[in-house]
């Protein structure tokens, strides 16, 4: 049974950071191509950041909106993802998801749809 589990989320004021985990279980995320989309109340839900799988070299893609400011990374090890979330502003307000898609392609998706296992989400509230 594949679990993706999200924690790391809450409250901060503008300009502050945060960073989210994503622990996986029952698959091993090397072979898949990991993501954080986020989705904000009334919004579809956007793509955020994503790790390619282990066949295209683990290379990091972002959304343009963030600027650089967010970072992500994976721990084969631990087997989890992260997403360092720096300078943050009101409009990153959010639920975060985790997403992993097993397809062997390369590159990265950045519509949710070839991701089939997702975790249940972690709030990110940004206001002061």
């Known amino acids: 049974q594949v679990r993706l589990v999200e924690s790391g989320g809450g409250w901060v004021q503008p300009g502050g950071s945060l960073r989210l985990s994503c622990a996986a279980s029952g698959v091993t995320i090397g072979d898949y191509a990991m993501a954080w989309f986020r989705q904000a109340p009334g919004n579809e839900r956007e793509f955020v950041a994503a790790?390619?799988?282990?066949?295209?070299?683990?290379?990091?893609s972002y959304a343009d909106s963030l600027e650089g400011r967010f970072t992500i990374s994976r721990d084969n090890a631990k087997n989890a993802v992260f997403l360092q979330m720096n300078s943050l502003k009101p409009e990153d307000t959010g639920i975060y998801y985790c997403a992993a898609d097993g397809r062997r392609s390369l590159g990265v998706a950045v519509i949710p749809g070839p991701y089939e296992f997702w975790g249940q989400g972690s709030q990110i509230t940004v206001s002061s």
């Open positions: 790790i390619s799988n282990k066949w295209d070299g683990g290379h990091a």
